[in-house]
């Protein structure tokens, strides 16, 4: 049984800062490229960051760019996601997502697991 697990968010004053983890279960993070994707009331979901199966390419949307950082340890099978420099505009609930490929997409409907996603919250 697959299993994608978020923790780390909460409420953060704008500027400050959070790392989300992503811990993976019943798969081999190594197959996988994994992704964060965010949601925020009345939005649709929103591609934040993949990082690559192996070569670890990593990719952002134009939003975090400079502000968020992706990286994974395949040794714990689990993802993270360093935000920095936070704003209100980040105020979502943030997923993690596995895709059975090497190639990484910003489309959600590309991915085949998620998790429960974890509630980041910047006041400003």
């Known amino acids: 049984q697959v299993q994608l697990t978020e923790s780390g968010g909460g409420l953060v004053q704008a500027g400050g800062s959070l790392r989300l983890s992503c811990a993976a279960s019943?798969?081999?993070?190594?197959?996988?490229?994994m992704a964060w994707f965010r949601q925020a009331p009345g939005k649709e979901r929103e591609f934040v960051a993949s990082i690559g199966r192996s070569v670890s390419l990593e990719a952002y949307g134009d939003s975090v760019k400079g502000r968020f950082a992706i990286s994974r340890d395949n040794a714990k099978n689990t993802v993270y996601l360093q935000m920095n420099v936070l704003n209100a505009g980040d105020t979502a609930v943030y997923y993690c997502?596995?895709?059975?490929?090497?190639?990484?997409?910003?489309?959600?409907?590309?991915?085949?697991?998620w998790g429960q996603g974890t509630q980041v919250s910047v006041s400003s």
């Open positions: 997502a596995a895709r059975l490929s090497r190639l990484a997409s910003t489309s959600s409907g590309d991915y085949d697991y």
């Open positions: 019943g798969i081999t993070l190594t197959m996988y490229t």
